[in-house]
C-alpha cells in the first residue's frame, strides 16, 4: 500500500477483527527502533492526536484494553497483549536466549499473530540468492521469522510495505500467491489522495535556493490563513552523506536567517523565473506585507528552537515523537535537517518543501542510464512528503482529496522539491518519480495508435457487444429523517419474563403435562422511564449520539431518538409472563427487554445501511465504441 494510504489503520483494524477470531498476541517488528516509538504512540497514546483506537474498544459489547508486554508467558486471554521490537533485536532474543526475553517456545501453544512493518527489508536474502555480498544476516532475518511462523498452525504472519520490488523475479514468484492487496503510489495519487510534485529547479546558489523556499513556505501560510485554514508548512533540508554535512548545514541555516534582509528577498522578486513564487509576491503585495515583513515573519517562523535534526539512530530516535507530531497546534518545529533517517516510518502531512542542500550527482552507480540508490533514495523521500494535508474551503467538500488545480489554492495540494538545475540528476529523478507513480511529467506521454483488423471489425461481436462499466452510487444522508427512509420496518418485540415455571416430565409418561398458560402485557415506549432507555442506548456503541448522527444527520438529541414516532418512539414492548410477574415489572426487566429491542433494531439497520452505502450502477457501452474512444483496462 502506497505511503500515507492507512497501512498502520489496517494494522490496528486487522487486530480488532483478529481478537474476534480469537487471537491475543500480537507481534509487531520492523526494521528501525524509531518506527516503534511512533506506532507505540499510535496504539497505546490516547492522549496523540494520531491515536488509531476510540476511547473506549467495545467488542461484543465488552471493553478491551491494549497491553504492552515483552513476551507472552503470562499474556492476558481477556485483553490484546502486543510486543514490539525490531527484526534484529528479535533475532537476537531468539538465537541468544536470556531471561525475560522471546523465545520461540513462546510460540507453540498460543496462536501468535506477526506484524512485520516495512516488510521488503525481510526479503533482502531472497532478493539476492547466492549473492555472496550480502552475507547471511539479512537471510536470517527472514528465515527466524519463518521459523516463528511455523511454531504453530494457527500463527498468522501479516506483512505491510510500501515498496515491494516486483521488478525482481524472486519477489514477484515469493509473494504471487500471497498479496492481499495492492493499492500503489500511482494509484493512490491518480485518486487524488497525495499531494501534487513540483520539480523547482534553478541557477541560484544554495542560501538563494533556501530564500526562494522560504518565500513560498511563508506564502502557503499566509494563503491558508486568509482562509481561516491553520496550516503550519514545514520544510525538510537534505544532505548528501553524512551526518557532519547535515550539521553544518543547520548551522549556516542559522546564519542566514539570522542575517536576511528585505535586499535579499527582493533579489529573489527581481531574478526568479518561477511562476509560484512570482504568484507569492504577488499575493504578499495585495495584502500590503513588505519585503521587510517578510524577513520578520520568516525569522520569527524559524527560530533555532523551531528547527530539529534526524541524523543519527540515537537522535532520530528520540525525536520520533515530534516529528510524528508536526501537524499539532503545540509542536513549534518548522525545519528538518537530515540525511537518510526519514526515508522509512515517517508520518507527516505538512511537509511542503525538500531543499536539496548540494550539487552534482549522488547516484552510487557509473553507468549514465542506471538510477543510482541515493536518486531512488531521494524519491523515496519525496514520495513520504507526497501525503495530502486535509482541507477544504466549503463544508461540501471533501477535506482529504485535491480538488483546487489551477486555483490560487492548488499550492496548499503541492509538494516543491528545490534543486539545482543540473540536466543529468533532473533526468533520473524524474524517472525515479516516474517509476514510483508519484509523478508524472506530461513530456513523457506518448500517443500510441492501435489498428484493428478488419475482420475484427466484421464481427457480431464488434457489432453488437456490449461492455458494462459499474459506477458506484453516491449516497447521501441528508434526507434520512427516520427509520422509514432508510427501508427499515419497524416492528414491536416479545420478551419473555424470567419465572420460576416449568415442569417435570417423567420419560415414560404417556400423559405430557401441559404447562401453565402464559399471558402479555404491552407495554409502550414511553411509558418504560426515560433514564432507563437512556442507559441501554450508552451501553451500545452503535447507539452513540455521534454514530447515530452519521445515519440521521438531522437529529438533533439522544431524547428525539427516544420519543419521536420517528424512530423509537411508538415501539411497544409485549412483555410474556404469568399474571403477577407482568404484574411486577421491575426496572431490571424493562433495561433487559428494551436491549433486546435495540439489537433487533440495530441489525435490520445494519442490513439496509449495507444495501443504502454499497449502490452500484450499471452502464452499457457499445464494443465499437469503447474501441474508437479508449482502451478501457
Given at each position: 500500500?502506497?505511503?500515507?494510504?492507512?497501512?498502520?489503520?489496517?494494522?490496528?483494524?486487522?487486530?480488532?477483527?483478529?481478537?474476534?477470531?480469537?487471537?491475543?498476541?500480537?507481534?509487531?517488528?520492523?526494521?528501525?527502533?524509531?518506527?516503534?516509538?511512533?506506532?507505540?504512540?499510535?496504539?497505546?497514546?490516547?492522549?496523540?492526536?494520531?491515536?488509531?483506537?476510540?476511547?473506549?474498544?467495545?467488542?461484543?459489547?465488552?471493553?478491551?484494553?491494549?497491553?504492552?508486554?515483552?513476551?507472552?508467558?503470562?499474556?492476558?486471554?481477556?485483553?490484546?497483549?502486543?510486543?514490539?521490537?525490531?527484526?534484529?533485536?528479535?533475532?537476537?532474543?531468539?538465537?541468544?536466549?536470556?531471561?525475560?526475553?522471546?523465545?520461540?517456545?513462546?510460540?507453540?501453544?498460543?496462536?501468535?499473530?506477526?506484524?512485520?512493518?516495512?516488510?521488503?527489508?525481510?526479503?533482502?536474502?531472497?532478493?539476492?540468492?547466492?549473492?555472496?555480498?550480502?552475507?547471511?544476516?539479512?537471510?536470517?532475518?527472514?528465515?527466524?521469522?519463518?521459523?516463528?511462523?511455523?511454531?504453530?498452525?494457527?500463527?498468522?504472519?501479516?506483512?505491510?510495505?510500501?515498496?515491494?520490488?516486483?521488478?525482481?523475479?524472486?519477489?514477484?514468484?515469493?509473494?504471487?500467491?500471497?498479496?492481499?492487496?495492492?493499492?500503489?503510489?500511482?494509484?493512490?495519487?491518480?485518486?487524488?489522495?497525495?499531494?501534487?510534485?513540483?520539480?523547482?529547479?534553478?541557477?541560484?546558489?544554495?542560501?538563494?535556493?533556501?530564500?526562494?523556499?522560504?518565500?513560498?513556505?511563508?506564502?502557503?501560510?499566509?494563503?491558508?490563513?486568509?482562509?481561516?485554514?491553520?496550516?503550519?508548512?514545514?520544510?525538510?533540508?537534505?544532505?548528501?552523506?553524512?551526518?557532519?554535512?547535515?550539521?553544518?548545514?543547520?548551522?549556516?541555516?542559522?546564519?542566514?536567517?539570522?542575517?536576511?534582509?528585505?535586499?535579499?528577498?527582493?533579489?529573489?522578486?527581481?531574478?526568479?523565473?518561477?511562476?509560484?513564487?512570482?504568484?507569492?509576491?504577488?499575493?504578499?503585495?495585495?495584502?500590503?506585507?513588505?519585503?521587510?515583513?517578510?524577513?520578520?515573519?520568516?525569522?520569527?517562523?524559524?527560530?533555532?528552537?523551531?528547527?530539529?535534526?534526524?541524523?543519527?539512530?540515537?537522535?532520530?530516535?528520540?525525536?520520533?515523537?515530534?516529528?510524528?507530531?508536526?501537524?499539532?497546534?503545540?509542536?513549534?518545529?518548522?525545519?528538518?535537517?537530515?540525511?537518510?533517517?526519514?526515508?522509512?516510518?515517517?508520518?507527516?502531512?505538512?511537509?511542503?518543501?525538500?531543499?536539496?542542500?548540494?550539487?552534482?550527482?549522488?547516484?552510487?552507480?557509473?553507468?549514465?542510464?542506471?538510477?543510482?540508490?541515493?536518486?531512488?533514495?531521494?524519491?523515496?523521500?519525496?514520495?513520504?512528503?507526497?501525503?495530502?494535508?486535509?482541507?477544504?474551503?466549503?463544508?461540501n467538500e471533501d477535506k482529504y482529496i485535491r480538488k483546487y488545480k489551477n486555483t490560487?489554492?492548488?499550492?496548499?495540494?503541492?509538494?516543491?522539491?528545490?534543486?539545482?538545475?543540473?540536466?543529468?540528476?533532473?533526468?533520473?529523478?524524474?524517472?525515479?518519480?516516474?517509476?514510483?507513480?508519484?509523478?508524472?511529467?506530461?513530456?513523457?506521454?506518448?500517443?500510441?495508435?492501435?489498428?484493428?483488423?478488419?475482420?475484427?471489425?466484421?464481427?457480431?461481436?464488434?457489432?453488437?457487444?456490449?461492455?458494462?462499466?459499474?459506477?458506484?452510487?453516491?449516497?447521501?444522508?441528508?434526507?434520512?429523517?427516520?427509520?422509514?427512509?432508510?427501508?427499515?420496518?419497524?416492528?414491536?418485540?416479545?420478551?419473555?419474563?424470567?419465572?420460576?415455571?416449568?415442569?417435570?416430565?417423567?420419560?415414560?409418561?404417556?400423559?405430557?403435562?401441559?404447562?401453565?398458560?402464559?399471558?402479555?402485557?404491552?407495554?409502550?415506549?414511553?411509558?418504560?422511564?426515560?433514564?432507563?432507555?437512556?442507559?441501554?442506548?450508552?451501553?451500545?456503541?452503535?447507539?452513540?449520539?455521534?454514530?447515530?448522527?452519521?445515519?440521521?444527520?438531522?437529529?438533533?438529541?439522544?431524547?428525539?431518538?427516544?420519543?419521536?414516532?420517528?424512530?423509537?418512539?411508538?415501539?411497544?414492548?409485549?412483555?410474556?409472563?404469568?399474571?403477577?410477574?407482568?404484574?411486577?415489572?421491575?426496572?431490571?426487566?424493562?433495561?433487559?427487554?428494551?436491549?433486546?429491542?435495540?439489537?433487533?433494531?440495530?441489525?435490520?439497520?445494519?442490513?439496509?445501511?449495507?444495501?443504502?452505502?454499497?449502490?452500484?450502477?450499471?452502464?452499457?457501452?457499445?464494443?465499437?465504441?469503447?474501441?474508437?474512444?479508449?482502451?478501457?483496462?
Amino acid at each position: 500500500m502506497a505511503t500515507g494510504s492507512g497501512k498502520t489503520m489496517i494494522m490496528a483494524g486487522l487486530m480488532l477483527y483478529l481478537y474476534e477470531k480469537g487471537y491475543r498476541n500480537f507481534l509487531f517488528f520492523v526494521n528501525s527502533s524509531n518506527i516503534i516509538k511512533k506506532t507505540q504512540d499510535n496504539f497505546l497514546n490516547n492522549t496523540s492526536g494520531k491515536y488509531l483506537f476510540s476511547p473506549k474498544i467495545i467488542v461484543d459489547s465488552k471493553e478491551v484494553f491494549l497491553k504492552e508486554v515483552q513476551n507472552f508467558e503470562n499474556a492476558d486471554e481477556e485483553n490484546i497483549n502486543i510486543c514490539f521490537t525490531t527484526i534484529q533485536q528479535l533475532h537476537s532474543d531468539l538465537n541468544n536466549t536470556k531471561e525475560g526475553s522471546l523465545t520461540f517456545e513462546d510460540f507453540q501453544d498460543k496462536k501468535i499473530v506477526l506484524l512485520a512493518d516495512e516488510a521488503h527489508h525481510l526479503n533482502t536474502s531472497t532478493k539476492k540468492q547466492g549473492d555472496s555480498r550480502y552475507g547471511s544476516l539479512f537471510g536470517t532475518w527472514e528465515d527466524t521469522v519463518i521459523n516463528i511462523l511455523n511454531q504453530s498452525f494457527d500463527n498468522i504472519l501479516l506483512e505491510f510495505t510500501a515498496t515491494l520490488d516486483y521488478e525482481s523475479h524472486e519477489i514477484s514468484t515469493k509473494y504471487a500467491d500471497k498479496v492481499i492487496y495492492r493499492y500503489d503510489l500511482a494509484q493512490f495519487r491518480k485518486d487524488g489522495f497525495s499531494k501534487e510534485i513540483d520539480l523547482i529547479r534553478s541557477y541560484f546558489d544554495e542560501k538563494q535556493r533556501i530564500t526562494q523556499a522560504l518565500v513560498l513556505n511563508l506564502y502557503r501560510q499566509e494563503l491558508a490563513a486568509s482562509k481561516n485554514i491553520n496550516l503550519k508548512p514545514v520544510i525538510l533540508f537534505k544532505a548528501k552523506r553524512t551526518v557532519a554535512e547535515s550539521e553544518q548545514n543547520k548551522q549556516n541555516f542559522h546564519t542566514l536567517i539570522e542575517n536576511l534582509d528585505a535586499e535579499q528577498i527582493e533579489v529573489i522578486k527581481q531574478e526568479s523565473t518561477v511562476e509560484i513564487v512570482q504568484k507569492a509576491f504577488h499575493f504578499f503585495e495585495e495584502k500590503h506585507i513588505s519585503f521587510s515583513s517578510i524577513v520578520n515573519r520568516i525569522q520569527s517562523h524559524f527560530k533555532e528552537s523551531n528547527c530539529i535534526s534526524a541524523n543519527d539512530d540515537k537522535e532520530a530516535e528520540r525525536n520520533q515523537l515530534i516529528l510524528n507530531s508536526l501537524e499539532d497546534e503545540t509542536n513549534p518545529i518548522r525545519a528538518i535537517f537530515a540525511v537518510q533517517k526519514l526515508n522509512e516510518g515517517w508520518d507527516v502531512l505538512n511537509l511542503f518543501d525538500i531543499v536539496r542542500l548540494y550539487e552534482g550527482q549522488n547516484t552510487g552507480g557509473s553507468n549514465a542510464g542506471k538510477k543510482g540508490n541515493a536518486t531512488l533514495s531521494e524519491a523515496q523521500l519525496i514520495g513520504r512528503g507526497a501525503r495530502y494535508f486535509p482541507f477544504n474551503l466549503n463544508d461540501n467538500e471533501d477535506k482529504y482529496i485535491r480538488k483546487y488545480k489551477n486555483t490560487d489554492f492548488e499550492v496548499l495540494e503541492q509538494l516543491y522539491y528545490h534543486t539545482k538545475e543540473e540536466s543529468r540528476y533532473v533526468s533520473e529523478l524524474k524517472a525515479a518519480l516516474v517509476e514510483s507513480g508519484i509523478y508524472e511529467d506530461d513530456n513523457d506521454f506518448i500517443t500510441k495508435e492501435l489498428k484493428l483488423k478488419e475482420s475484427f471489425k466484421n464481427t457480431d461481436f464488434y457489432k453488437k457487444g456490449l461492455v458494462f462499466f459499474n459506477k458506484k452510487v453516491e449516497k447521501s444522508y441528508n434526507n434520512i429523517k427516520s427509520f422509514a427512509d432508510l427501508g427499515v420496518k419497524k416492528r414491536n418485540i416479545e420478551y419473555i419474563l424470567s419465572s420460576g415455571i416449568g415442569k417435570s416430565t417423567g420419560v415414560f409418561d404417556v400423559i405430557e403435562q401441559e404447562m401453565d398458560k402464559l399471558g402479555g402485557k404491552d407495554i409502550n415506549l414511553h411509558q418504560i422511564p426515560n433514564h432507563i432507555i437512556q442507559c441501554s442506548l450508552s451501553n451500545n456503541p452503535f447507539y452513540y449520539f455521534n454514530s447515530l448522527q452519521r445515519f440521521f444527520p438531522n437529529l438533533t438529541s439522544s431524547n428525539e431518538f427516544i420519543t419521536s414516532n420517528n424512530y423509537l418512539g411508538d415501539l411497544t414492548i409485549t412483555f410474556i409472563g404469568t399474571t403477577k410477574r407482568r404484574n411486577s415489572l421491575t426496572h431490571t426487566d424493562y433495561f433487559k427487554a428494551v436491549n433486546q429491542l435495540l439489537i433487533s433494531i440495530e441489525n435490520d439497520l445494519k442490513s439496509k445501511l449495507t444495501e443504502f452505502e454499497g449502490t452500484s450502477t450499471f452502464y452499457p457501452h457499445p464494443i465499437n465504441k469503447v474501441f474508437k474512444d479508449k482502451i478501457c483496462n
